[in-house]
């Protein structure tokens, strides 16, 4: 890739190598940033997260009396911090084990360096494969002819685009804080069902990318299902292009398809599994109304609408204001208006009085069986042993205390 660059490009590879490749002082550079660089970088972005984390703090999932300015859970002192005390020994134990009892990369078994014994099936680190896929699924013959000088376009194509790609992926954010003009601090977490066509651009990015990585074991697909290496290398191809854009549809209608069952529920119920029987006969399955804590992470509270287009003080309508619109109206359509308060009371109002009278139903049912087998002052309901078993996990900013220890009685001999 660095090759294929014009003007540059073979220069640049001798100053990377210390001359062709693959050169001798390259492994020198590499073992510096392995060891030096890329740990200190690690170390100050562990830093710089612990101040965004201080400053920002952290995001939550909607709740009772969650907001985006409080942060409702366990202190950090004492709870988290043993947590993490705990994992730092438990990670820290595991490595003594492995490097006591487990050899590990016994380079002077090896030998020197040698690439010759190297097969023909070796398939690049995970971390690059998806540029070497990149390279293996562009089509052949791109090659040009301009000013006595080669331009490489199967390489420089595939460079471009995984340039655009990481670029797109880092400034998202801003690009999506553009389009819908929500500029806001956000520290309530959404479920990925109430962004669709943010989750739909996600899976997007990932089939996209898991599309290159595979292409980067063309070859040992080829060979192990016993297919063409052009049939593969077509198939790869038209994913690259398709598979993206059908990601982005099914994930996005499946999306939408959960957040209206999130709404069924919370306005009718869920589906209990009890079976009662009507007086006339019918069979119906008791709904049962979510509770509370469930239902703030049903409901959507936050609606979102598309930009309006307005003139600027000059009285136009610039074209980036225009752009701005039509693709806010695309990230926005086929969204699904929250439940208002209104609703929502309606909905509890509509579901305590169906369960209060299949309840009642239900009860002059079993009664009248009971009458019938003879035993009219049998219970309702049978009598089961109540067994708590965990805890549901509803997070509190109340630290439990002690209980306190009640006063022994003194004996009448007074001991």
Not at 285 to 313: C, F, G, M, S
């Amino acid at each position: 890739m660095v090759k294929g660059i014009p003007l540059i490009g073979t220069w640049t590879s001798f100053l990377l190598f210390g001359g062709e490749f693959p050169g001798s002082d390259i492994v020198g550079r590499l073992y510096s940033l392995h060891i030096l660089l890329l740990p200190m970088l690690v170390i100050a972005l562990i830093a710089v997260h612990l101040m965004l984390m201080i400053i920002n703090k952290h995001t939550q999932f909607a709740g009772p009396g969650r907001t985006n300015d409080n942060v409702v859970g366990y202190p950090m002192m004492p709870i988290y911090m043993s947590k993490m005390g705990g994992y730092l020994f438990l990670v820290f134990g595991t490595i003594v084990l492995i490097a006591t009892f487990f050899q590990i990369n016994p380079v002077w078994a090896y030998g020197p360096y040698d690439p010759s014994p190297v097969s023909a099936g070796t398939q690049p680190d995970w971390y690059i494969g998806f540029a070497d896929g990149a390279l293996r699924l562009a089509p052949p013959h791109l090659d040009i002819t301009f000013l006595d000088r080669t331009l490489s376009l199967g390489i420089l194509i595939p460079v471009a685009v995984l340039g655009l790609f990481i670029v797109l992926v880092a400034i998202y954010p801003f690009i999506e804080a553009w389009v819908t003009g929500d500029k806001r601090e956000h520290h309530l977490a959404q479920r990925p069902r109430n962004a669709a066509t943010r989750t739909a651009i996600g899976v997007a990015g990932v089939i996209f990318y898991a599309v290159l990585w595979a292409a980067a074991s063309s070859d040992l697909i080829a060979t192990h299902f016993m297919l063409t290496m052009e049939g593969v290398i077509h198939t790869l191809q038209a994913l690259l292009i398709l598979g993206p854009i059908l990601g982005y549809f099914v994930a996005k209608r499946i999306c939408i398809a959960l957040q209206k069952k999130d709404r069924e529920i919370v306005l009718h119920g869920y589906e209990s599994g009890r079976i009662v029987r009507l007086p006339g006969g019918e069979f119906i399955e008791v709904h049962q109304p979510v509770e509370t804590y469930d239902r703030w992470k049903l409901i959507d509270v936050d609606n979102y609408e598309p930009l309006v287009v307005r003139p600027n003080a000059q009285g136009r309508i610039p074209w980036t204001e225009n752009l701005r619109s039509s693709m806010s109206r695309w990230f926005y359509e086929d969204r699904l208006a929250p439940l208002t308060q209104a609703e929502v009371a309606a909905a509890d109002a509509h579901q305590h009085h169906v369960t209060a009278h299949t309840a009642e139903i239900e009860a002059e049912e079993i009664q009248g069986a009971h009458e019938r087998a003879g035993a009219p002052d049998a219970p309702l309901h049978p009598e089961v042993e109540t067994h708590v078993g965990e805890q549901p996990n509803t997070p509190s900013s109340v630290i439990a205390t002690d209980p306190v220890k009640k006063p022994k009685k003194k004996s009448e001999d007074g001991e």
